[in-house]
Structure formats: structure tokens, C-alpha cells
T-cell receptor, first 113, second 113 residues
């Protein structure tokens, strides 16, 4: 199993540009989520999904969009990038059983100029 | 509001000693708490989970305690090695049936030879 994969690994955007961060998992996990990690802030939940067709907002959803058309994929869209969205983004997945381990992807480092 | 604090942003210890990391939470009562390890440039990796009805959990050189009265979890690494150097994150469960987690900001542990 490849686990959780994310592309791209690095990305530089200009303010106002849009882009999609890709996330895929091959473990048949129902629960997937996106976090951003900033120095001194820990991991903050952006959006999550408990299954195909179901998404919900996390702690910091503004400026981001998600959709979940398949169990495997959970892309994160930046609609109009802002410098405040410069961060490292992690995708994670788990089974929907309550206390299950979350598996994280390798992350995408995004810089918005 | 719910708050998680990992005391000591950075912890430096000598090889062979026991490292003790602290995670305090306020304004809620998690049913369980997880600890993750994160190496530079990589996603977090699950280490241990402890439930509210468990006082202590062990895995090899790792030990986690959970004191629901003090609202605190302690994470111990005994006989520490330079390879244990990493950032350690605590993640208390935040009360949904799908196991949504909130992460602390992490403690950077450095084990000196």
C-alpha cells in the first residue's frame, strides 16, 4: 500500500491564483481530513469528510473548498490564494471507527507571494 | 474554548535519560488522547493511544499516562537515544463519533549523545 499520497510536494503561488492540492489514499478509509501546520500553531483542521459525498468544516475553513466524489480522493482547493495561506498542508485518513489511528501524507509546502 | 498546551516548546536531554513531555487540556473532557511523532519535512506518525479509563499505556520504551482529574497526559521515553529526536504532538479527541482530533503545538525533543 502507498498509504496517503499528496501532490505537489512544493508549490509557489501568486496572490489571487487558485490551485488544487491533491490527496489520495489506498487503504479504503472513510474518514479523510486536511490540516495546515504553521510554526507555533500546531496542526489545525481545515475540512474533513466522513465518506464519499459528505464533507464538513473544521477549525479554519475560510478560503478553502473540498469535495469527496470517491473514497480514495479528497482534493483541497484554494479559491484565491492569499499570503496568509502560506503553510504546510497535510492530508490524513482513518477508518471511521472512533479511536482509530490517523495516517498522514508527506505534506505540501505552499508559499503564496 | 477548548485549549491544548504542550509545555516546553523544546526539550534537550542526554542520551540514556528519560524524556518527559507534558500535554495539558482545558474546557473539555476527551474520551481518549493520542500521541504522534513528527520528523522534519514529514507528516506525523501515530505512536500511542490512551483512553480516559486507562491510567497508563506502554509500548517498548514509551509510556503514556492520562490523568483526567488534572486534565493532563504525560509522555515518557525511557533510555532515550539520539534517534528519538523529533517533534512530539499530543492529540485529544474532541467529541465527535468520527474521532476528530485537535493537536497541540508540539514539543521539539533533542537527545544529545
Amino acid at each position: 500500500n502507498a498509504g496517503v499520497t499528496q501532490t505537489p510536494k512544493f508549490q509557489v503561488l501568486k496572490t489571487g491564483q487558485s490551485m488544487t492540492l491533491q490527496c489520495a489514499q489506498d487503504m479504503n478509509h472513510e474518514y479523510m481530513s486536511w490540516y495546515r501546520q504553521d510554526p507555533g500553531m500546531g496542526l489545525r483542521l481545515i475540512h474533513y469528510s466522513v465518506g464519499a459525498g459528505i464533507t464538513d468544516q473544521g477549525e479554519v475553513p475560510n478560503g478553502y473548498n473540498v469535495s469527496r466524489s470517491t473514497t480514495e480522493d479528497f482534493p483541497l482547493r484554494l479559491l484565491s490564494a492569499a499570503p496568509s495561506q502560506t503553510s504546510v498542508y497535510f492530508c490524513a485518513s482513518k477508518r471511521t471507527s472512533d479511536a482509530d489511528t490517523q495516517y498522514f501524507g508527506p505534506g505540501t509546502r505552499l508559499t503564496v507571494l | 474554548s477548548q485549549k491544548i498546551e504542550q509545555n516546553s516548546e523544546a526539550l534537550n536531554i542526554q542520551e540514556g535519560k528519560t524524556a518527559t513531555l507534558t500535554c495539558n487540556y482545558t474546557n473539555y473532557s476527551p474520551a481518549y488522547l493520542q500521541w504522534y511523532r513528527q520528523d522534519p519535512g514529514r507528516g506525523p506518525v501515530f505512536l500511542l493511544l490512551i483512553r480516559e479509563n486507562e491510567k497508563e499505556k506502554r509500548k517498548e520504551r514509551l509510556k503514556v499516562t492520562f490523568d483526567t482529574t488534572l486534565k493532563q497526559s504525560l509522555f515518557h521515553i525511557t533510555a532515550s537515544q539520539p534517534a528519538d529526536s523529533a517533534t512530539y504532538l499530543c492529540a485529544p479527541h474532541v467529541g465527535t463519533s468520527y474521532g476528530k482530533l485537535t493537536f497541540g503545538q508540539g514539543t521539539i525533543l533533542t537527545v544529545h549523545p
